[in-house]
């Protein structure tokens, strides 16, 4: 049997064990669902805190309820730890840490390094690995893959490798991290598969694509989207504030055409904390070319 096939027989059989690599707003609700899904769930992070927390079936972020970490806890299905020998263990890594920006508003890629390095260390033949933090184009087959290569293994062969853009929007109580569709893209298509079988054991749509720089560049440009449309909105409510025109009025009788309109809505800033990031990480690789 190949690596591949064992692989995909523990994700369709839910015995594999997944890994989870970051335990914020994308990680933690990423483990929950893989958990109630069956399968042996692992997280990572640096902070202690969060990890004796989390053992004692108890969360910090608002969207995960201590009723759905506590019981996962008390089955057996997740556990945290900052032990990453304990990578090697692992069927599935999803790596959910974060990436900010520099001083310069260059893209901070310090926090992917660190835990891919740890990643490499442990990484055995068949395993799956996806990266789901934000990032310019090119990060996964030209930053992430190298790392995991030193270890000798062959992509696509002995150890898979996807990117899949992370949706979640805190907060949202109609749209949560298993009713959000999750496009994925692997370095081969075998890559592709095996993630994708992967989250359709958990989540309710997947959405294959065919390379990690395409699934990257989803991201960008949804986000990048947003903060145009959401600046332009702002824009557009100082100038009705200076004619006495009331936007929100605007705003409403325009979203009554039924194409070529979406409604955003003016407000102080530019969104959540990742809408005025991301653009510069598509900024970063643009420039580049
Ligand atoms: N929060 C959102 O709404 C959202 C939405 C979509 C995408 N994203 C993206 O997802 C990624 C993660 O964002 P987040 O909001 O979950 O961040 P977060 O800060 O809430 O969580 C990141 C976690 O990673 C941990 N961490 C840092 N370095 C680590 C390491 N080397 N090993 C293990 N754990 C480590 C941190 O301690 C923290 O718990 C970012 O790229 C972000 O842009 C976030």
């Given at each position: 049997?190949?690596?591949?096939?064992?692989?995909?027989?523990?994700?369709?059989?839910?015995?594999?064990?997944?890994?989870?690599?970051?335990?914020?707003?994308?990680?933690?609700?990423?483990?929950?669902?893989?958990?109630?899904?069956?399968?042996?769930?692992?997280?990572?992070?640096?902070?202690?805190?969060?990890?004796?927390?989390?053992?004692?079936?108890?969360?910090?972020?608002?969207?995960?309820?201590?009723?759905?970490?506590?019981?996962?806890?008390?089955?057996?299905?997740?556990?945290?730890?900052?032990?990453?020998?304990?990578?090697?263990?692992?069927?599935?890594?999803?790596?959910?840490?974060?990436?900010?920006?520099?001083k310069t508003k260059d893209p901070d890629m310090?926090?992917?390094?660190?835990?891919?390095?740890?990643?490499?260390?442990?990484?055995?033949?068949?395993?799956?690995?996806?990266?789901?933090?934000?990032?310019?184009?090119?990060?996964?087959?030209?930053?992430?893959?190298?790392?995991?290569?030193?270890?000798?293994?062959?992509?696509?062969?002995?150890?898979?490798?996807?990117?899949?853009?992370?949706?979640?929007?805190?907060?949202?109580?109609?749209?949560?991290?298993?009713?959000?569709?999750?496009?994925?893209?692997?370095?081969?298509?075998?890559?592709?598969?095996?993630?994708?079988?992967?989250?359709?054991q958990s989540l309710d749509t997947v959405v294959?694509?065919?390379?990690?720089?395409?699934?990257?560049?989803?991201?960008?440009?949804?986000?990048?989207?947003?903060?145009?449309?959401?600046?332009?909105?702002?824009?557009?409510?100082?100038?009705?504030?200076?004619?006495?025109?009331?936007?929100?009025?605007?705003?409403?009788?325009?979203?009554?055409?039924?194409?070529?309109?979406?409604?955003?809505?003016?407000?102080?800033?530019?969104?959540?904390?990742?809408?005025?990031?991301?653009?510069?990480?598509?900024?970063?690789?643009?420039?580049?070319?």
């Open positions: 049997m190949t690596h591949k096939e064992a692989l995909l027989e523990k994700i369709l059989s839910k015995k594999a064990v997944a890994g989870i690599v970051g335990l914020g707003y994308v990680g933690l609700p990423l483990a929950v669902e893989f958990g109630r899904a069956g399968f042996s769930v692992v997280g990572f992070d640096v902070i202690e805190e969060k990890i004796s927390q989390l053992n004692q079936g108890k969360s910090y972020i608002q969207d995960v309820p201590d009723t759905v970490i506590a019981p996962l806890v008390e089955k057996g299905l997740f556990k945290a730890t900052n032990d990453f020998s304990k990578l090697a263990e692992m069927d599935t890594i999803n790596i959910c840490v974060p990436t900010p920006l520099r310090s926090f992917i390094v660190s835990s891919t390095e740890q990643i490499a260390k442990y990484l055995r033949p068949g395993t799956l690995v996806i990266l789901e933090s934000t990032t310019y184009p090119g990060t996964t087959d030209e930053l992430v893959l190298p790392m995991l290569e030193k270890s000798g293994l062959k992509v696509g062969e002995d150890f898979f490798v996807c990117f899949s853009p992370e949706r979640v929007d805190p907060g949202n109580a109609k749209y949560q991290t298993r009713n959000i569709p999750k496009v994925v893209g692997g370095i081969t298509p075998a890559c592709t598969e095996l993630g994708a079988a992967f989250y359709a294959p694509v065919t390379s990690t720089s395409v699934a990257e560049m989803v991201k960008l440009l949804e986000n990048t989207f947003r903060m145009i449309n959401i600046g332009l909105v702002n824009e557009m409510a100082m100038m009705c504030d200076r004619m006495g025109i009331n936007v929100w009025e605007v705003i409403d009788a325009a979203a009554t055409k039924p194409f070529g309109f979406m409604p955003f809505y003016p407000g102080p800033g530019l969104g959540g904390h990742c809408i005025p990031v991301d653009p510069f990480y598509a900024r970063h690789r643009g420039s580049l070319h």
